[in-house]
């Protein structure tokens, strides 16, 4: 039987051939362990962590006006990484076109380690929603790591007839177009996760993009619309106050922060819908400054204090590798491209 060895590692005794002698066995090592030497000679050199880096303020760029979930996440990650690093991160705000204005920035910046931005979900959206991107949501930047999800709370306005998700069902179904749904704005992860939904069920309802949650939220307890999903940080306190109804979170289980709100799927009708928070780096960003990057962001996740602070708003505290990110990234940019198709949503852009 032929004993397992690992790939380099050196033969013992009873691997060598019996009546093999100790020249035959060193000329044979030599022989094999050119072409292995020839291969490192020409593999590229990986280039190491610059000298004195990091030696001024490092800038995130944050897609987004102040206040909101992509802000609460790059701050929730910022502050702490410029202590572990040494030097502050500051915030350069640059809301607008779903956050391509700021990514778009991020692109054209210098890979030296010194410009970073955080993104959502909207930013695995935008290649199917906008034709005329100026620039590769994946093959431009860096994915650093993911930072947190947030898994959704379908709410409706408290005069709405259905009191759970089945209901909900039922309802829209025998109503098809009857009803209006609301958003943060067009191509927001609120708005894929009710076209997702509807695709799944056959539904049929109006969509109202607005501005941003809060106005949304405004006119859903105005009964301007009767549904919209968004981040429980947004809208159970509304639920509490008796403002809107919830008809569950989108998710599997119940979440740490919320445990008194019931998923969709206690309603009878499971359904998971997020939105995401993410770090990138711009394209050509050497490996190593990633790898730091990666490794101090995983650290301020895995603190006490910051996963309570995440848990408490319904948000899961990210973690992984680079290459992780890189790999959830393309699976959402994969997994809105069939939502948009389906649901035939075409953005100028």
Not at 140 to 167: N, Q, R, W, Y
């Amino acid at each position: 039987m032929t004993r397992f060895r690992p790939k380099g590692a050196a033969a013992s005794a009873s691997d060598v051939p019996q009546g093999e002698r100790p020249a035959s066995i060193a000329r044979r090592a030599l022989v094999g362990a050119l072409p292995a030497a020839a291969l490192l000679a020409a593999a590229p050199r990986v280039r190491a962590q610059p000298a004195g880096w990091p030696n001024k303020p490092i800038r995130m760029i944050v897609g987004y006006t102040p206040g909101g979930f992509t802000d609460n996440m790059a701050r929730t990650v910022g502050e702490p990484l410029g202590r572990a690093l040494g030097q502050p991160v500051v915030f350069d705000y640059k809301p607008g076109a779903n956050s391509m204005i700021g990514t778009e920035m991020l692109v054209k910046s210098a890979p030296d380690g010194y410009t970073l931005t955080t993104v959502i979900a909207a930013h695995s959206a935008n290649p199917s929603l906008y034709p005329k991107m100026a620039f590769d949501a994946q093959a431009d930047v860096v994915p650093v790591a993911l930072t947190g999800i947030a898994p959704l709370i379908l709410c409706a306005h408290p005069g709405f007839p259905p009191t759970t998700s089945a209901e909900l069902v039922e309802y829209v179904r025998a109503r098809p177009g009857q009803f209006n749904f609301g958003s943060s704005g067009q191509g927001a992860a609120a708005h894929l996760a009710m076209e997702q939904f509807m695709a799944q069920h056959g539904l049929k309802m109006q969509h109202v993009p607005y501005k941003g949650t809060q106005p949304a939220l405004t006119d859903l307890g105005g009964g301007q619309i009767q549904l919209m999903f968004d981040t429980p940080l947004s809208l159970v306190p509304q639920v509490r106050a008796g403002r809107i109804r919830s008809l569950g979170i989108a998710n599997d289980k119940r979440l740490g922060g919320y445990p008194d709100v019931a998923t969709m799927g206690e309603g009878g009708v499971p359904f998971t819908a997020n939105t995401w928070s993410m770090v990138l780096a711009p394209a050509k960003t050497p490996r190593e400054l990633v790898q730091r990057f990666n490794a101090e962001i995983r650290k301020i996740l895995e603190s006490a204090e910051v996963r309570t602070r995440l848990e408490s708003t319904g948000i899961v505290p990210g973690s992984g590798s680079a290459e992780d990110a890189a790999a959830f990234l393309a699976s959402e940019v994969e997994r809105n491209a069939k939502v948009v198709k389906t649901a035939g949503i075409r953005l100028d852009g």
